[in-house]
């Protein structure tokens, strides 16, 4: 799938990878319904599609995503579609502390590779191809209103999780709301 869109008068176009043949069975499970949001995560390293598709689990840290983007603003698919990556972890929402992997479930994962303790930033091609993966979730699953959270947001106990590392959500906001009369998507949506 393509997403396209155009931010004043200039062409965005990202393609979403699907690499979720090669990720670990273990690390997704079925859904089991639509989920109503969206959680952004930074991964603090490289080589992040090999953890997030299995390395984590091999380490003893199992963890995933539903995508990652790539510093390139590629987007890779992490997990097979209609699955529940296991990225949120331990989380409180309105219902409490969720251990069960509620916020999993309820939440699509977005992983940016970004070398956090190394002083990195995510660039502005992570931002826009997080811009217009979000919006073709949002047209998608007809979100209105968009529920957008960082790590850091839900993570319990509180300050447990920094990330999205320096994260530009006013950048990525201003991206979005002038993408989104513009938007097309060609081929199959991703979600």
Same mark, same amino acid.
């Given at each position: 799938?393509?997403?396209? +869109?155009?931010?004043?008068g200039?062409?965005?176009?990202f393609?979403?990878?699907?690499?979720?043949?090669?990720?670990?069975?273990?690390?997704?499970? &079925?859904?089991?319904?639509?989920?109503d $949001?969206?959680?952004?995560?930074?991964?603090?390293g490289?080589?992040?599609? =090999? +953890?997030?598709? *299995? $390395?984590?689990?091999?380490? $003893?840290?199992?963890?995933?995503?539903?995508?990652?983007?790539?510093?390139?603003?590629?987007?890779? %698919?992490?997990? #097979?579609?209609?699955?529940?990556?296991?990225?949120? $972890?331990?989380c409180?929402?309105?219902?409490g502390? =969720?251990?069960? *992997?509620?916020?999993?479930?309820?939440?699509? *994962?977005?992983?940016? &590779?970004?070398?956090?303790?190394? !002083?990195?930033? #995510?660039?502005?091609?992570?931002?826009?191809?997080?811009? !217009?993966?979000?919006?073709?979730?949002?047209?998608?699953?007809?979100?209105?209103?968009?529920?957008?959270?960082g790590?850091? !947001?839900?993570?319990? #106990?509180? *300050? %447990?999780?920094? =990330?999205?590392?320096?994260?530009? +959500?006013?950048? @990525?906001? +201003?991206? @979005?709301?002038?993408?989104?009369?513009?938007?097309?998507?060609?081929?199959a949506? #991703?979600?």
């Open positions: 799938m393509r997403v396209s +869109w155009s931010q004043e200039v062409e965005q176009m393609e979403v990878y699907d690499a979720s043949g090669l990720c670990d069975k273990t690390l997704y499970e &079925e859904r089991g319904g639509e989920p $949001g969206i959680m952004l995560h930074t991964t603090d490289r080589s992040s599609q =090999d +953890w997030l598709q *299995g $390395g984590s689990r091999r380490a $003893g840290k199992p963890a995933s995503s539903d995508f990652l983007i790539a510093r390139s603003g590629k987007i890779i %698919r992490i997990v #097979p579609r209609g699955q529940m990556s296991y990225h949120a $972890g331990v409180r929402d309105a219902r502390v =969720d251990t069960e *992997g509620r916020t999993s479930r309820r939440l699509i *994962g977005i992983e940016v &590779e970004n070398a956090d303790t190394a !002083g990195e930033i #995510p660039t502005p091609q992570q931002h826009a191809a997080a811009a !217009g993966l979000v919006l073709a979730a949002a047209a998608f699953y007809k979100w209105s209103p968009l529920i957008m959270y790590h850091y !947001g839900l993570a319990h #106990p509180m *300050g %447990r999780r920094s =990330d999205p590392h320096a994260w530009n +959500w006013g950048y @990525m906001m +201003w991206l @979005m709301a002038h993408a989104h009369e513009s938007i097309s998507l060609f081929g949506n #991703p979600f």
